[in-house]
């Protein structure tokens, strides 16, 4: 049940664009696409994202997701304050029939 | 709005048992997937185990297999995990969490509010 793999950190400007990315393999990303979720310290988690790039109600349009076969990325356009947290890829796995995630990517915006 | 309010976790000695409560409100409870999911202190989010609609189909991590039970009451709109066993590597904020419509692609879509369980002599 190997995790997914994302970048420890990423730092970025105000107003700036960050891209996080998010690799898997045929058995999650590749196969059932990715979601995405953004934490910040303290609470649960929020689904921002699903099936590559469909989006929850109330979720800013800033926030988009796409993906290229086994790899999955989160664009975040016109970084805010609030965006600083972290963001973690999810996937379902064909092989053991449950959630897998990745370790979480820590944004920080400057 | 959907909402999940969790109840239980604490402080248990290695090797006790404790139970996890969620409570579902807002939503038609049986007709979602259902799913736990783990934090350790400073770590990542790690999947722990999932219930389909009805309770007949369940999934768990490998490294809470045989130890961990999930079940749920449709009737209550309450899923609950029941933890034998514990270890110190248990120790971690438990999240109960409602898989999107979509199973398998629609991502867990609510979250409840987390419950820590330490476990500690």
């Known amino acids: 049940q190997a995790g997914l793999t994302q970048p420890p950190s990423v730092s970025k400007a105000l107003r700036q664009t960050a891209t996080l990315t998010c690799t898997g393999n045929n058995n999650n990303v590749g196969n059932q696409g990715a979601a995405w979720l953004q934490q910040h310290q303290g609470h649960p988690p929020k689904l921002l994202s699903y099936?590559?790039?469909d989006r929850p109600s109330g979720i800013s349009e800033r926030f988009s997701a796409s993906r290229s076969g086994d790899t999955a990325s989160l664009t975040i356009t016109g970084l805010q304050p609030e965006d600083e947290a972290d963001y973690y890829c999810s996937s379902w796995d064909n092989s053991f029939g449950g959630w897998v995630f990745g370790g979480g990517t820590k944004l920080t915006v400057l | 709005q959907a909402q999940l309010v969790q109840s239980g976790g604490g402080v248990v000695q290695p090797g006790r048992s404790l139970r996890l409560s969620c409570a579902a409100s807002?939503?038609?409870?049986?007709?979602?997937?259902m799913q736990w999911v783990r934090q350790a202190p400073g770590k990542g989010l790690e999947w722990v185990a999932g219930?389909?609609?009805?309770?007949?189909?369940?999934n768990y991590a490998d490294s809470v297999k045989g130890r961990f039970t999930i079940s749920r009451d449709n009737s209550q709109n309450t899923l609950y995990l029941q933890m034998n066993s514990l270890r110190a590597e248990d120790t971690a904020v438990y999240y109960c969490?409602?898989?999107?419509?979509?199973?398998?692609?629609?991502?867990?879509?609510?979250w409840g509010q987390g419950n820590l369980v330490t476990v500690s002599s």
């Open positions: 807002g939503f038609t409870f049986s007709s979602y997937v």
């Open positions: 219930l389909w609609y009805d309770g007949t189909n369940e």
């Open positions: 099936r590559n790039n």
């Open positions: 969490a409602r898989e999107g419509l979509a199973v398998g692609t629609g991502g867990l879509d609510y």
